[in-house]
Nanobody, 125 residues
Framework: QVTLVESGGGLVEPGGSLRLSCAASGRTFVNYAMGWFRQAPGKEREFVAAISRGGGRMSYADSVKGRFTISRDNVKNTVSLQMNSLKPEDTAVYYC??????????????????WGQGTQVSVSS
């Protein structure tokens, strides 16, 4: 069992920045690839970014490429999402997820075994 707790969400103006963090506890963190997904009201959950177990591989959705950066700290058992140049369409609940099966990165929600409770990100003037 892995418990994931997100933090760092909030309200920000367009063009602003936020940094989301996800703290993991339970099993050995380095055994999991990690991902961030988001879900806006009335829409399906969508992939945002993922990072491999060792942190050497990252992947991003086209909509956030160049603006968001995923990173992880395997000593502190955390994964972060630095979000810059935020747009109103980035407004969503952001979820952290852990994947025990993938050695690289995955953009498929079904691959992920554990999920956090989510943190709200709102981009508005």
């Amino acid at each position: 069992q892995v418990t994931l707790v997100e933090s760092g969400g909030g309200l920000v103006e367009p063009g602003g920045s936020l940094r989301l963090s996800c703290a993991a506890s339970g099993r050995t963190f380095v055994n999991y690839a990690m991902g961030w997904f988001r879900q806006a009201p009335g829409k399906e959950r969508e992939f945002v970014a993922a990072i491999s177990r060792g942190g050497g591989r990252m992947s991003y959705a086209d909509s956030v490429k160049g603006r968001f950066t995923i990173s992880r700290d395997n000593v502190k058992n955390t994964v972060s999402l630095q979000m810059n140049s935020l747009k109103p369409e980035d407004t969503a609940v952001y979820y952290c997820a852990a994947d025990a099966r993938t050695w690289g990165t995955s953009d498929r929600a079904l691959e992920y075994d554990y999920w956090g409770q989510g943190t709200q990100v709102s981009v508005s003037s």
